[in-house]
């Protein structure tokens, strides 16, 4: 047997990293996943290739987070190999080497903001963004879109491409008045560069693989059209699932594969999922078959029930609401753009953030500086109810000469009341702190 496209999975069960011994984000996530592959002779697919992990570096972390106090301090050796794993899978692409890849690996990565303190939503640094910006590091500039099919709303991911024009990030998630992190509002539509490229999808709980699908096909696909990306990722959460037992929607193996059909994605990172033998084995063998190119016709769930799963009529009614809403924002963005940010030199926005794993409460102002030449750059304030009070400073990869001018102003001039200073040179590709 033989696949249709050329396929690299990484793969990385953490087995020394474990928020406890029961938590449902541990090694056995992806154990199932393995012993599955194995059965269904995956293993033996000419094309479908394991490839190891790399280690990511203090500084593949530094081109996208602000690690508090720094990076050895906040992170352990399984979130090195786990971002390296995902690191590994993009370049299989990147290299060549496969056509797709898929990252089965944990920790996940979405909720990890640009600010990290701690674990929240079982994440501290962001795999698919670390990954990403090591690629454009070291294969230059690219035009990116971000799938975010996770249960939960795709939050960090949202803080670091917030103002990238460059990185369009469409999350469709269960609404985030019924489930953690709370955020994903149709209105969270981007920064004063970015207007419109980031895209909120909330669905309310119940919605099944006929919701989900719709949302493909009536807005992420005629986006992605327009949008033209060069790289397609799939921010591949699986807690979607009917069976997931910390969400609430109805969504199927056969939904999982048949979206990833459509989409087409070169990359796919694992992010949450958490019915472990009843969803994980059979979503993520249909994924890995779609990416292959080959039949997934086969994948069921031994407890699938389509009567009980049948999606409600004002579901459906609903999803087609918010669908239109959702695309005419985008077909519209650069009017809304100006009726929001017009005039206006410099963005203010104000965040409480709580990291649920460690209890740790975070306050923090991000200033994003307009600029009619580049994307500007970013000022941040932040302190938690650790003792860190920190200055942050970020100018973006296209930063013209003035921007980079006053953002090193921001960060020399930084001086007493603040534990840690902060920048990201990303123009030039160098961290700094003092």
């Known amino acids: 047997?033989?696949?249709?496209?050329?396929?690299?999975?990484?793969?990385?069960?953490?087995?020394?990293w474990a928020i406890s011994p029961t938590h449902p984000e541990r090694e056995e996530r992806l154990l199932y996943t393995m012993d599955q592959l194995h059965e269904e002779g995956i293993t033996d697919i000419e094309g479908i290739d394991f490839y190891n992990p790399v280690i990511a570096t203090p500084e593949d972390i530094q081109r996208v987070h602000f690690a508090v106090p720094d990076v050895k301090s906040r992170l352990t050796k399984s979130h090195m190999v786990s971002i390296g794993g995902a690191i590994e899978a993009y370049d299989l692409v990147f290299s060549k080497r496969a056509e797709r890849s898929?990252?089965?690996?944990?920790?996940?990565?979405?909720?990890?903001?640009?600010?990290?303190?701690?674990?929240?939503?079982?994440?501290?640094?962001?795999?698919?963004?670390?990954?990403?910006?090591?690629?454009?590091?070291?294969?230059?500039?690219?035009?990116?879109?971000?799938?975010?099919?996770?249960?939960?709303?795709?939050?960090?991911t949202?803080?670091?491409?917030?103002?990238?024009?460059?990185?369009?990030?469409?999350?469709?998630?269960?609404?985030?008045r019924t489930l953690f992190p709370g955020t994903g509002s149709l209105d969270d539509a981007g920064g004063p560069s970015a207007y419109g490229y980031n895209i909120n999808i909330p669905l309310p709980p119940g919605t099944g693989a006929e919701g989900f699908l719709y949302v493909l096909?009536?807005?992420?696909?005629?986006?992605?059209?327009?949008?033209?990306?060069?790289?397609?990722?799939?921010?591949?959460?699986?807690?979607n699932?009917?069976?997931?037992?910390?969400?609430?929607?109805?969504f199927t193996a056969q939904g999982y594969a048949l979206l990833n059909e459509k989409l087409n994605p070169d990359i796919a990172v694992l992010e949450g999922g958490y019915s472990i033998q009843g969803a994980l084995p059979y979503v993520n063998l249909g994924i890995i078959l779609a990416m292959a190119g080959m039949d997934y016709s086969g994948i069921i769930e031994p407890d699938?029930?389509?009567?009980?799963?049948k999606q409600e009529p004002q579901i459906t009614e609903y999803i087609k609401v918010i669908s239109q809403a959702a695309y005419t924002r985008w077909q519209n963005r650069?009017?809304?753009?100006?009726?929001?940010?017009?005039?206006?030199?410099?963005?203010?926005?104000?965040?409480?953030?709580?990291?649920?794993?460690?209890?740790?409460?975070e306050n923090q102002t991000c200033e994003y500086y307009v600029c009619d030449s580049c994307h500007g750059y970013s000022v941040t304030h932040s302190s938690c109810d650790r003792g860190y009070k920190i200055k942050a400073i970020t100018a973006s990869?296209?930063?013209?000469?003035?921007?980079?001018?006053?953002?090193?102003?921001?960060?020399?001039?930084?001086?007493?009341?603040?534990?840690n200073v902060y920048m990201q040179d990303r123009k030039n590709d160098k961290y700094l702190s003092k």
């Open 1 to 16: 047997m033989k696949a249709n496209r050329t396929l690299g999975i990484v793969f990385f069960p953490a087995f020394d």
């Open 102 to 156: 898929f990252a089965l690996v944990r920790p996940p990565g979405h909720h990890a903001h640009r600010v990290v303190y701690g674990d929240r939503g079982f994440c501290i640094v962001n795999n698919e963004a670390v990954a990403l910006e090591k690629m454009r590091a070291k294969y230059g500039d690219l035009r990116v879109a971000i799938i975010d099919t996770d249960c939960h709303h795709g939050d960090g």
């Open 158 to 176: 949202e803080d670091i491409y917030w103002n990238d024009p460059d990185t369009l990030l469409i999350s469709f998630h269960q609404d985030g």
């Open 217 to 239: 096909d009536n807005v992420v696909m005629p986006i992605l059209d327009e949008y033209k990306p060069d790289l397609i990722i799939n921010s591949a959460g699986q807690d």
């Open 241 to 250: 699932h009917y069976s997931d037992p910390i969400t609430n929607m109805n």
């Open 304 to 309: 699938y029930n389509p009567k009980a799963l």
């Open 334 to 361: 650069d009017r809304l753009r100006d009726q929001k940010y017009a005039g206006k030199q410099v963005v203010a926005k104000n965040k409480r953030i709580y990291y649920d794993t460690d209890g740790i409460m």
């Open 397 to 419: 990869r296209k930063a013209c000469y003035s921007c980079m001018e006053k953002a090193m102003k921001e960060y020399d001039s930084a001086g007493k009341g603040f534990t």
